[in-house]
Each structure stands twice: as structure tokens, then as C-alpha cells.
């Protein structure tokens, strides 16, 4: 019994820490948190002397030390290793976002190919992006390009051909509601 007050009283005391702490168990062994995927989903976990609830706590703040500051967070020096001795250590959100997984941004061909449009953002400075390839009005042009020229969103644009429709019936900017109905702006 007295260590359950212990524990009690620490996570009184550290309040943020011990968030920090069921958060992580949370995302790693809850299949229902929407970030499941992103950590338990892909072998991520939490130490297992750092699970237990009435222990735990104690256990992980002896080894990674109560928060210096009250806006850091809980962050893995290894993206691809879990929540273990070693591997945690308290940053600033702007640290913590820097130390991610590289993503993959795939672009999903159409059928006619895949090409690159070039934008500039609002710096002045030119990027390039790469777009399906779609026919419009008699040439291959990117999906992003039709889609400005359409008045159209790319997302409504790509998911027309996802769901079959032909590029005649998909390159057109009517808005159609739920029913197939043209809508009526």
C-alpha cells in the first residue's frame, strides 16, 4: 500500500511526465488510437517495466528524469525503435518534429503516366511536383494542371477516375451530387 501512495503522489507532483508516459503506452497498445498505426501498427512498444501502471511510472521517471521544462516532450532518438531505455529523451516541439520517419509520397498513375508541374510558392520560390498524367482536350496534361484549369479540386478529380468514370465524364466541372445529379450551384 505504500507504494501505491508513492505513486500517487509522484504522479501528482509530475502530472505532464506521467501524461507523456500513458500517452505513449496508449498509441502503442490501444488498436483503437488513431495513431495506432504509426506505432504499434509498425512494432513500436513501450519497455515493459514501464507498462505497469502502479510501477511503471516510477520506473521510467528514474530513468529519463522528471521534464527540465513544462513545454518539452517525450520523444525516440530512433524512430525505429520503441520507448526503451536509451531511446527517450525530453525535446522542444520544433526537435521533436525535425526526428521523423522519411515519408513516401507516391503518386498514383492513372493510366496515362506520371508528370511533374512546377508552382511557386508564396516566397517567390519555384517546387516541383509530381501529378498523374490525365488526357485534356486533346493533350496529356497533369491532374493538378486540369484541376486549375477545371476550377475543380485534385482530391474530386482523382477520386472520379478511382471510382471508374471515364476522362470525358471525370474532366468536367460540374459538381455532381451524391446521386450522380449535376449540382446545382
Known sequence: MASRSKVVSLKAE????Y???????????RVTHPQYSDYGGRGIFVFSAWECIETGFVAFLNEIGPKP???LELDRIDNDRGYIPGNVRWVSRAANLLNRRATTNTVTDLGWGVGRYRRT??????HTFKSPLVPFRGELVTLANAAIELQVSVPTLRQRFQRGWGPER???STLFCPRGKPRIN
Do not use: I
Not at 510558392?121 to 519555384?126: E, I, L, Y
Open 14 to 17: 509530475s502530472w505532464r511526465e
Open 19 to 29: 501524461q507523456a508516459l500513458r500517452n505513449a503506452v496508449d498509441r502503442c497498445n
Open 69 to 71: 521544462y513544462p513545454w
Open 121 to 126: 510558392d508564396r516566397n517567390g520560390r519555384p
Open 170 to 172: 471525370s474532366l468536367t
